[in-house]
C-alpha cells in the first residue's frame, strides 16, 4: 500500500467515536504504517457533533483530511453522515449507523428540521450509505455497547488490513469478559449485507 | 518503545524523560491534557495553581531551586502570566525552564485567537514550534538544554491541532537523572530593581545574540532542497499541511523560531527562485523575513484567521499561481441541522439559568461551561471576555448607569478562585450595585473536571485543605451573602429578588455539584404524564438533552414530550418549569394502598 488512506468517523459527543478512531490508528500502526489522528474535544461531551480524522500509510504529513478526499465516511449516527458527506467522493464509502439522534435544540430551529430519512436526505443529493443496524445487532446480542464494535466490522471490510490484527487490537481495548461478544460483534459487522433483504 | 501520542501527552512524557521533576498549570483547553499525563509518570510532582501567574510564579521559583521546570497554559493564560514572565527573561533560570503555550487557531475552544510566538519575541524567550508529537517529544528536551546554556525561560509553541492529533512517538523508557542545583544568592540576577534590572536587560540581549547564533546550525532546523522554483518557510503544524500539498517544492523548515536564523534563512532564499512563507495567524516570520530585505510572500494568499486545513490551504496555494496535490471538490455541505453543545441533564447551571432568566437582569459572563446560557434557549449570559471578567464587566456597568436593570455577575468556582476576587473586592471597594452569583459546582468543570482550591484534592490526588468561598467573600468586606441549592428555583429567585434591592454588592453561592466531575451523578429519572402534558414547550426551553418531543398531539395540538430515561439525572428542572405538573418521579409499582 502506497496511498495513504483516509477515514472520517463521525458521530455525536458520548458515541464512542473518539476510541473508535483511536483503535482504528492502533490498527494502522500495529500493520506498520505511518498513522495520524486527529480531533477537537473539549466541549464534545455537551452534546455536540464530533468527527475524527484519520490517515495512514507508508508516510503521513497533514493530520487532518481535506474536504472531499475522504476514502470511507463511517457515521455513528444517521444525521452525521448528511452533514459530513461532502468530504467524500464519488470513490468513497459511505457506512452508516441506522441510529437517529434528534438534537434537543431541534424544536428552536427555525429552517432546517431533522429529517425524516437521513439516508433518502443522502441519495437524493447523489450519495449513497450503507445502512447498518448497529443498535440493532446490538440488541440482538444482548448489549448495547457493541455498537461500535459493530460498526468497526464494518469499516474493516472496506480497509485493507488482515482481519486479526483488528481483533487484537479490540481486544486489548474492551473488558476481558466481553472478549467473546465482541468477536461476535465484530463478526456481525463486517459480514453485514446493507443490500440483503 | 513506539508510542501513539497526543501532541500534550508527548509534552508529558518528553519532560519526563528530559529529568523534569516539577510541573505547574491552570487547566485549559487544549493544554490540560500535559499535565494529567504527566502526574501518572513516576517520581515527580505536579500541581494545579489557581493561576497562570502563579504557576509561572512558582515555576520561576522552581527553577531558581534549580530543578529543571514544566509550566503549562493556553495561549490566554499566557497574558495572565504576563507579569513574571516579561522579567523572568531579564533574571534567567537556574534549572532549565519550559513554559508551553498552547494556541488556539479557529477558537475551537477559546475567546480569541491571538498568536503567541509575538509573546516570545516579546519577552525574549527562545521559541519552539513542533510540528508532530516526535518533535514536541523531542523539543521539551532540546528546549531546557537552550534555557540551561543561554540562561533564558524557553517557549514551547504549538496549537490544538498538534495538541490533539495523536502521532507515533519513540518513547525513552528512563529519564535522565538531574540532579537539583539548590538556590543560591545572587542578587544581581535574581533582585530586579533598576540597578541590576538594567545590567540584565543588556545581558539579555548578548544572551538572545548568543541564541541566534546557536539557531543557525540547530538540529530543530530543517532543510529539504528538492525543486528550487519554489522554496517554502514554515513552522509547526503549518509545514504538515503544505508540505503534502506541495509534494516537490523545497522546504526550510524552522523549529527554532525565535530568534530566527537569518544567515540560514538568506541561503535557502539565495537557492530558490520564489521564497513563500506558510504560517497560520499572524504575519510572524514573513514580517521579519522581509525585514531582513529577503523578497517573499504569503499572508496575502493565505489570510490572517483560523487554521490552515488542506482545503484552505489548497486554494490560497492556487491563488498564489502553484498547482497543490490535491484539488478539493468544493461541495457544498448539505444542510444539516445543527448540533450545538448544550449544558449536561443534571446540569446546575440550567436551574441557575432559569430562575435567572425569569427576573430579567443584565447578565454578565465568565469563562466557563456556563457561557453557553448566552444561547438558546437560556439566552441569559449577555457578555464573555476573559477569565474573571465578569465582576468588574458588571461594576463598571453599573457604575456607570448603563443599565435599567438589576446588574447580575456569573462566575464558576474555578474561575473566581482563578481571577474573580480582586474584582469581588472593587465591588465592595467602591460600593458597586451588583449581584454577583457564585456558580459552585466544586470542580472545573469545562475543562473536563480538574482540582482546585476549592475541591480539597490536589493533582497528585492528596487531600488539600478546601478554601471556603463564603469566607473569601465576607473576608473582602460582602455583608449580604446566601448560599444556597440552585434547584430549589423558587428560593434562588427570592434570594436574587432580594438581592436586587440592596444598596451596594451582594453574593449568592450556588451550590450543587458537577454531573459528571469527578463522578457522573445520577438519581431517578423522572417521567412525564401524557395525560396532564399540555405540549406548551416551558420543560424544552430550559434547554435540556433528555427532554424529547413525540408526535403525540395536545388537545392544543401541540406536541407532547418524553423524557429519556438514560439522560435523565433526576434534577427536577423541568418539573419546576411545567404549568400542569406533567413531570413527576415514578410512582413505584410496588407500593400500592389499599
Known amino acids: ?34 498513522a495520524k489522528k486527529s480531533e477537537v474535544h ?36 444517521a444525521l452525521e453522515a448528511v452533514r459530513w458527506a461532502h ?14 439522534l434528534i438534537p434537543t435544540t431541534a424544536f428552536l430551529s427555525k429552517g432546517t428540521t431533522y429529517p425524516d430519512d437521513p439516508f433518502a436526505e443522502l441519495e437524493k443529493s447523489g450519495y449513497h450509505a450503507d445502512k447498518i443496524p448497529a443498535d440493532q445487532i446490538a440488541k440482538d446480542l444482548g448489549n448495547v455497547r457493541l455498537a461500535n464494535t459493530i460498526l468497526l466490522g464494518a469499516l474493516s471490510k472496506h480497509l485493507d488490513v488482515p482481519e486479526e490484527i483488528w481483533l487484537k487490537t479490540i481486544e486489548a481495548r474492551v473488558p476481558k469478559k466481553t472478549i467473546e461478544l465482541n468477536r461476535e460483534a465484530f463478526q456481525r459487522g463486517r459480514s453485514f449485507n446493507s443490500k440483503a433483504k | 518503545m513506539k508510542k501513539l501520542l497526543s501532541g500534550d501527552e508527548a509534552i508529558a512524557y518528553g519532560a519526563w524523560r528530559a529529568g523534569v521533576k516539577f510541573a505547574t498549570a491552570y487547566p485549559g483547553t487544549p ?19 489557581p493561576n497562570e501567574k502563579v504557576a509561572v510564579e512558582v515555576g520561576i521559583g522552581s527553577s531558581m531551586a534549580g530543578a529543571r521546570t514544566l509550566v503549562t497554559m493556553k495561549h490566554v493564560g499566557v497574558n495572565v502570566a504576563a507579569d513574571p514572565l516579561m522579567t523572568f527573561t531579564y533574571t534567567g533560570v537556574n534549572g532549565g525552564f519550559i513554559l508551553i503555550s498552547a494556541d488556539d487557531p479557529e477558537m475551537h475552544s477559546s475567546q480569541n485567537e491571538q498568536d503567541n510566538r509575538i509573546f516570545a519575541r516579546f519577552a525574549g524567550m527562545p521559541l519552539l514550534e513542533p510540528a508532530d508529537s516526535q518533535e514536541a517529544y523531542d523539543y521539551v528536551e532540546h528546549g531546557l538544554e537552550l534555557s540551561e546554556k543561554h540562561d533564558l525561560p524557553v517557549m514551547v509553541r504549538f496549537t490544538t491541532r498538534l495538541a490533539h492529533s495523536k502521532t507515533l512517538v519513540n518513547v525513552e523508557e528512563k529519564a535522565l537523572d538531574k540532579e537539583l542545583r539548590g538556590f543560591k544568592r545572587d542578587i544581581k540576577k535574581f533582585v ?28 530543530m532546523q530543517t532543510v529539504e532542497m528538492q525543486d528550487t522554483d519554489i522554496g517554502v518557510i514554515t ?37 530558490v527562485k520564489r521564497v513563500l512563507i506558510i504560517e497560520e495567524l499572524e504575519p510572524y516570520l514573513e514580517e521579519q523575513i522581509r525585514a531582513m530585505g529577503i523578497e517573499c510572500t504569503g499572508k496575502e494568499f493565505t489570510g490572517r484567521l483560523g487554521e490552515l486545513t488542506p482545503e484552505r490551504l489548497a486554494v490560497a496555494l492556487g491563488k498564489a499561481g502553484l498547482k497543490p496535490s490535491f484539488h478539493p471538490v468544493q461541495t457544498p455541505p448539505l444542510p444539516a441541522l445543527s448540533r450545538p453543545p448544550v449544558l449536561c441533564p443534571g446540569c446546575p447551571h440550567r436551574a441557575t439559568f432559569t430562575a435567572l432568566k425569569k427576573t430579567g437582569a443584565h447578565v454578565f459572563g465568565d469563562i466557563g461551561c456556563y457561557t453557553l446560557a448566552a444561547l438558546p434557549p437560556l439566552e441569559t449570559v449577555h457578555t464573555c471576555v476573559c477569565m474573571g471578567a465578569s465582576i468588574g464587566n458588571a461594576v463598571g456597568v453599573a457604575k456607570a448607569g ?17 481571577s474573580g476576587i480582586t474584582g469581588l473586592l472593587e465591588a465592595v471597594y467602591n460600593n458597586a450595585n451588583v449581584t454577583v452569583i457564585i456558580l459552585d459546582n466544586t470542580i ?58 440592596i444598596d451596594g454588592p451582594a453574593v449568592i453561592i450556588t451550590e450543587y455539584p458537577c454531573q459528571l466531575y469527578p463522578t457522573r451523578l445520577k438519581r431517578i429519572p423522572m417521567v412525564v404524564d401524557p395525560e396532564l402534558c399540555n405540549g406548551c414547550g416551558a420543560c424544552l426551553r430550559v434547554g435540556c438533552p433528555a427532554i424529547l418531543t413525540t408526535e403525540e398531539l395536545s388537545a392544543e395540538g401541540l406536541p407532547k414530550v418524553t423524557i429519556d430515561a438514560d439522560l435523565c439525572t433526576g434534577c427536577e428542572v423541568c418539573a419546576w418549569v411545567c404549568k400542569p405538573d406533567a413531570i413527576k418521579f415514578p410512582v413505584s409499582e410496588e407500593v400500592e394502598h389499599d
Open chain 1, 1 to 34: 500500500m502506497t496511498k495513504i488512506t483516509n477515514v472520517l468517523i463521525v458521530g455525536v459527543g458520548g458515541q464512542g467515536v473518539i476510541l473508535a478512531s483511536e483503535i482504528l490508528t492502533e490498527i494502522a500502526m500495529r500493520f506498520g504504517m505511518d
Open chain 1, 42 to 77: 473539549g466541549m464534545a461531551q455537551r452534546g455536540g457533533a464530533v468527527s475524527s480524522h484519520v490517515r495512514f500509510g507508508p508516510k503521513v504529513f497533514s493530520p487532518l483530511i481535506g474536504v472531499g478526499d475522504a476514502d470511507v465516511l463511517l457515521a455513528f449516527e
Open chain 1, 87 to 100: 468530504y467524500t467522493n464519488k470513490d468513497s464509502k459511505i457506512l452508516a449507523n441506522d441510529l437517529r
Open chain 2, 31 to 49: 493544554s490540560t491534557e500535559i499535565l494529567e499525563a504527566f502526574v501518572r509518570l513516576p517520581g515527580i510532582y505536579a500541581e494545579w495553581a
Open chain 2, 192 to 219: 530586579m530593581m533598576p540597578m541590576y534590572a538594567i545590567p540584565r536587560h543588556k545581558d539579555l540581549l548578548k544572551r538572545l545574540a548568543d541564541v541566534q547564533a546557536e539557531a543557525e546550525t540547530s538540529p
Open chain 2, 235 to 271: 513552522s509547526g503544524i503549518p509545514y504538515q499541511f503544505v508540505r503534502e500539498l506541495l509534494p516537490d517544492a523545497s522546504f526550510l523548515k524552522l523549529g527554532l523560531t525565535y530568534p530566527l536564523p537569518e544567515k540560514m534563512i538568506r541561503r535557502f532564499a539565495g537557492e
Open chain 2, 402 to 418: 448603563g443599565s435599567q436593570r438589576p446588574v447580575v455577575a456569573v462566575i464558576g468556582d474555578s474561575t473566581f478562585l482563578h
Open chain 2, 444 to 501: 472545573t468543570a469545562m475543562t473536563g473536571g480538574q482540582q482546585h482550591p476549592g475541591t480539597g484534592k490536589t493533582l497528585m490526588g492528596t487531600d488539600a485543605p478546601k478554601v471556603d468561598i463564603e469566607t473569601i467573600c465576607r473576608s473582602v468586606g460582602i455583608k449580604h451573602l446566601w448560599r444556597l441549592d440552585p434547584m430549589r428555583l423558587n428560593e434562588l429567585e427570592t434570594a436574587l429578588r432580594d438581592s436586587y434591592k
